[in-house]
């Protein structure tokens, strides 16, 4: 079984930053990619940013320039640092793990509580 923990979230003024992490623990072989999806009330879930295990990321066009990924694999931990915010930006945002459970074998479906992250104007 796999845990994945996010903190970092609160309520942040429109141009200031935050720093999301997701710390993966339980039953790991390996994880492949990691990402963080948010979800605005009445709204789908969407993907944010997303990065391999090698390093190579992703983001959504409405974050690029302004949100980084970046994960520390000796610690199963993954980070997104948020600067720029905007009122937009609110939601809570889940951290999202690929792991190898059994060798050769991966779960797709971990999920984190969601941390909310709430940017006023």
């Known amino acids: 079984q796999v845990q994945l923990v996010e903190s970092g979230g609160g309520l942040v003024q429109a141009g200031g930053s935050l720093r999301l992490s997701c710390a993966a623990s339980g039953s790991i072989i390996s994880i492949n990619a990691m990402g963080w999806y948010r979800q605005a009330p009445g709204k789908q879930r969407e993907l944010v940013a997303a990065i391999t295990s090698g390093g190579s990321s992703n983001y959504a066009d409405s974050v690029k320039g302004r949100f980084t990924i970046s994960r520390d694999n000796a610690k199963n931990t993954a980070y997104l640092q948020m600067n720029s915010l905007k009122p937009e930006d609110t939601a809570v945002y889940y951290c999202?793990?690929?792991?190898?459970?059994?060798?050769?074998?991966?779960?797709?479906?971990?999920w984190g509580q969601g941390t909310q992250v709430t940017v006023s104007s």
């Open positions: 999202n793990a690929e792991v190898e459970v059994v060798v050769g074998l991966y779960d797709y479906d971990n």
